[in-house]
């Protein structure tokens, strides 16, 4: 980590805890209506399990339960999970492979039936093991999974094919929501259309493009909570309508994230009528060359497109005007597996003298018959941080002598492209939710292994290393393995190239208390621990 950069998170850690044990001190109020500001036109579906949207996260969490999450007063640890729907967190048995988790005896369905065992399981199974005609749309992060059962009303246990790390985190899903059983049998998608869980929040009332209202739950589980008596989303698309709505108090909290520019805008006009929230976010930018094409190819080009870019000195400057702060290799910045600054700069770029870097940048291109190349930059027509980490990239290569015209376009064509191979090179991300350095890195595999790669690669040494990493469990040898797959991934063969990680920026209004800021848009959105002191 950079050291301005690690100093500055310190202090916004530093402040996060002031301001942690100020609200843990104060008593939370009962009553109230959230507004808050959902950043799209509408979700695809209400369907947790089918979609991969913040949309669908920030309509829905507030009326379903899960069966175990990050921790709601601490959700930015990397390594933490506790119970929603069990009663203690499960200890595993059978050298690793088998979890058992007792359900609590509590919980009511919002119709005020009983939810038992047999509906965790039912939603579990419909995850891991989706009937014909339904959508998972995180099947491939239970491939370790080997059967789900219900041997009673209070006992779920989850058989696993071999031990691994990376199973709690991936059952701390946020999308995970338990439905019920009775409905899913008779319809498994009728979740796609139709809300009814087991959460803090009753649902009351949905508006295609307006918005969605819901009441507390006086039934919940979680005594004492939730503190509000209502709570209403906004869909509100444009960001400048965010803006206004949050300056005029017409709503309270945009939990997606803002840019630096509005930020400062705000809190100079509002002052400490405002609350700002920030935190690393579990999405890396991506630059994708395509291997298919010449002269894409030849990894000397590849490590001389890395070598150009000084990731120590322009992710501060960019920092400034897009969101994004942090440089990190493959696995989230600051979590146990991740790379320490000292053995990122072992890696092609991130060298720390960016002169000796671009000087053995132009000598690959000429070596590779590649001085002066032209080539287009493709890009999502999307503002923050697409397009400027873009035209960052454009005038890094710009200074090897790179000719490269940035190709910005919607969502769908930039999909087509990555996913046809119609492309020279892509910036893309890799956004995740928990943060699960063994699954998150699956990205970075050949797309024969994992789909959602266009690179267009194939390297059997890739997949080795990774499965080396994702099956080894002792913490010392998974690290080392981890380095060995980066290593590989990034420098000896220089498939993709990460650039500084996006930042998340959460404004509110003052007077909203007890939502703590996690590194994913899609964690902590419940909304039970949030009170208004007005």
């Known amino acids: 980590m950079d050291l301005r950069t690690g100093l500055w998170a310190v202090g916004i850690g530093l402040a996060a805890a002031i301001a942690a044990a100020s609200a843990s001190a104060q008593t939370p109020k009962r009553g109230g209506t959230l507004t808050y500001l959902i950043p799209a036109d509408a979700p695809p579906s209400f369907d947790g399990h089918r979609e991969t949207t913040f949309a669908t996260v920030h309509t829905a969490a507030p009326y379903y339960s899960v069966l175990i999450r990050v921790p709601p007063d601490n959700p930015a640890s990397t390594t933490e999970f506790v119970c929603d729907l069990c009663t203690e967190m499960s200890k595993p048995t059978d050298g690793g492979k088998t979890y058992t988790f007792k359900i609590r005896r509590d919980v009511k369905w919002h119709d005020g039936s009983k939810l038992t065992a047999m509906d965790v399981a039912a939603s579990w199974n419909e995850i891991v093991f989706p009937r014909k005609g339904v959508t998972s749309a995180r099947v491939s992060f239970y491939a370790m999974v080997d059967k789900i059962e219900a041997p009673d009303d209070d006992t779920v246990v989850f058989r696993l094919k071999y031990p691994t790390t990376a199973f709690l985190p991936a059952l701390a899903d946020p999308f995970a929501w338990i439905y019920k059983k009775e409905i899913l049998d008779k319809d498994p998608r009728w979740y796609e259309k139709n809300i009814m869980g087991s959460g803090p929040f009753k649902f009351v009332s949905y508006e295609v493009g307006q918005s969605i209202k819901g009441v507390r739950n006086p039934d919940y589980y979680h005594k004492g909570q939730p503190y509000l008596d209502a709570i209403e989303g906004i869909f509100t698309p444009k960001q400048s309508v965010r803006i206004d ?290």
Request: aromatic letters at 10%; glycine letters at 6%; charged letters at 25%.
């Open 245 to 534: 709505a949050l300056r005029a108090d017409r709503a309270a909290i945009e939990f997606r994230g803002l840019p630096p520019a509005a930020r400062d805008q705000l809190v100079k006009e509002l002052g400490d009528k405002v609350t700002v929230q920030e935190s690393d976010w579990n999405c890396g930018n991506i630059l994708t060359p395509n291997s298919r094409k010449k002269p894409f190819d030849d990894v000397r080009v590849r490590r001389a497109l890395a070598l150009a870019i000084d990731q120590w000195h322009g992710a501060p400057a960019l920092s400034k005007i897009a969101n994004v702060r942090t440089v990190g290799g493959i696995v989230f910045p600051g979590s146990p597996l991740a790379a320490t600054k000292e053995e990122l700069q072992q890696i092609a770029g991130y060298w720390p003298d960016v002169d000796k870097s671009r000087a053995e940048a132009k000598r690959l291109l000429k070596e590779a018959g590649a001085e002066g190349l032209k080539f287009e930059l493709l890009n999502r027509n999307v503002d923050q941080p697409y397009k400027f980490v873009g035209t960052w990239a454009v005038s890094e290569w710009k200074k090897i002598g790179l000719d490269v015209e940035q190709k910005v376009v919607p969502t769908g064509p930039w999909f087509q492209n990555m996913r046809a191979g119609t492309f020279d090179v892509a910036l893309e991300a890799n956004c995740q939710s928990v943060v699960n350095p063994v699954l998150d890195t699956g990205k970075y595999l050949p797309g024969k292994i994992f789909p959602d790669n266009y690179g267009g690669y194939d390297d059997p040494k890739s997949v080795e290393l990774y499965n080396k990493m994702q099956y080894e469990t002792d913490p010392k040898k998974q690290r080392a393995a981890m380095r060995a797959y980066e290593k590989h991934t990034l420098d000896a063969m220089a498939h993709e190239i990460v650039l500084p990680y996006w930042y998340r920026i959460v404004l509110a209004r003052s007077y909203v208390k007890g939502w703590k800021i996690s590194p994913s848009h899609y964690l902590n959105q419940d909304l039970a621990n949030i009170w208004l002191d007005k």
